[in-house]
């Protein structure tokens, strides 16, 4: 089959693209009617347009709608960002110090996703297992952690020792400078300074101990109610997700019917229409059959009577 | 004379209301836009997948083109049809793939462009089979025709909205949809 770049060939393209005018279309219509030949590739592009227009779509994948739904960024116009829960985060940029980043598109497709859907437990708990240790490491650094108990005391602030001074009971008149004292009281005297210290140095590290578990207590009550925070704002997240991701693949699954009925539709129209155009067509090519046959008939009549005519004319002359 | 196609029709959509949604998303209407993707997934899907022939590919790209759009929607010139806008993106998004890929020669597994020998000399296939050997034959063809091919035939686009598309000009569009229904015409042998 080889068919020329021809201008008739241009014509039937730019009739049956519905892209021809008016002028052109009647160029073209009578064209058709004088050449049989220009009827025949009429007739077989328009069979090409019309093969092309059948040939099936694609669906576009499920989840697609879904997919770019969660990948999407804030809208453009959303209320003022400082009114989000975390206003620095973003899916495809960030805010930093008042500015925003625009992070570029190429986000994680579709086919990425199902990679990540993979580890992303294993993520999770990764992230989860940094973030604790991190904690821990800033509350030690923060709140100065106790120590356990078999080395309470040693964190005990330094304390100066004094001993008991001497009182005017204790000063003998007479007595040689530099002289000794008798020794004992002094010694009894010291060793009751010494337990009174340790007495209050073991008080003092009660109380730190009290503090730092009251201080450990009001920290792990805090970390819980962030932690439901979270969860609670992780649901709602993930509920409003899962709406937009059922509102999302109920539209399309409308839209497909409706597309499907009006293929349909469409279809059925055409067939009806080409069935009667087809009619028409025959009827035409059967209404100009028999004009054509009448024609005839009336020019053989006429010929007939021309003959007998000439006939009856030759005759009268011969007589 | 214009013939309608089965799905993908998108050059004929209404681009008023498609102004509208983009105007919504613009004010914050997250909705209007997921409506703009519903409506426009399966064509951009449809340009994607007869450029690149691979679906994955083609579903990638979707997502890469409407999250492009989400991005700069307030770059959109309401000028301009929205799906000529779009699908430019498409275009531009799957060649640039194809580019990277370099997997232009490659066929598709299931590409047979032998003609349907069940049809017989007759030659009384039914439309169906006729679009099945036409998808076949497509298939092999160069990019260039595919897709002068897809935005005439399965997305209903004007010349005009061809060359706004493809960023020439429409004797161009003509010129290269002839070509490309000649080649067309060329694989199919027992076309008659």
Known sequence: MTLKHSPLAELIHAVLDGEASDAEARELERRLAADPAARAEFEEWERLFEALGAVPQEHAPEGLVASINSAMPEAPGAADAASQPFPGRRVLGHTLFGITRRVPTRSITMSEQSNHRIFAHRKAWLGGGIAAAAAVVVAQIAFDFPLPKDVVGTVIPAQRYRAAQNGSEQVQLGAPAGAAPTGTAPEASRSLAEKSAAESALTADKAQTQLTADRMQADRVQADKMQADKMQADKMQADKMQADRMQADKMQADRMQADKMQADRMQADKMQADRMQADKMQADRMQADKMQADRMQADKMQANKMQANKMQADRTSQQ | ?192
Not at chain 2, 49 to 63: M, Y
Not at chain 2, 64 to 80: C, M, N, Q
């Open chain 2, 1 to 192: 004379m214009r013939s309608p196609t089965f799905a993908a029709v998108a050059c004929t959509s209404d681009e008023d209301d498609d102004r509208v949604l983009v105007g919504r998303y613009l004010s914050g209407d997250r909705d209007a836009f997921t409506s703009l993707v519903v409506r426009y997934q399966r064509p951009i899907y449809n340009a994607a997948f007869w450029v690149l022939r691979k679906h994955e590919d083609a579903r990638d790209i979707s997502q890469t083109v409407f999250l492009k759009v989400a991005e700069r929607a307030d770059e959109y010139d309401p000028k301009y049809k929205f799906f000529s806008w779009i699908y430019r993106i498409a275009v531009n998004e799957s060649l640039n793939l194809l580019r990277r890929h370099r997997h232009e020669d490659e066929l598709a597994d299931d590409v047979d462009i032998a003609g349907d020998e069940s049809a017989g000399p007759e030659r009384q296939a039914s439309a169906a089979q006729l679009a099945r050997q036409l998808r076949q034959a497509m298939m092999t063809m160069a990019t260039s025709d595919r897709l002068v091919l897809t935005l005439r035939h399965f997305s209903e686009c004007s010349y005009d909205e061809m060359a706004q598309i493809l960023e020439i000009d429409e004797k161009t569009v003509k010129s290269r949809l002839f070509e490309a229904r000649r080649r067309l015409r060329g694989l199919l042998k027992d076309w008659k």
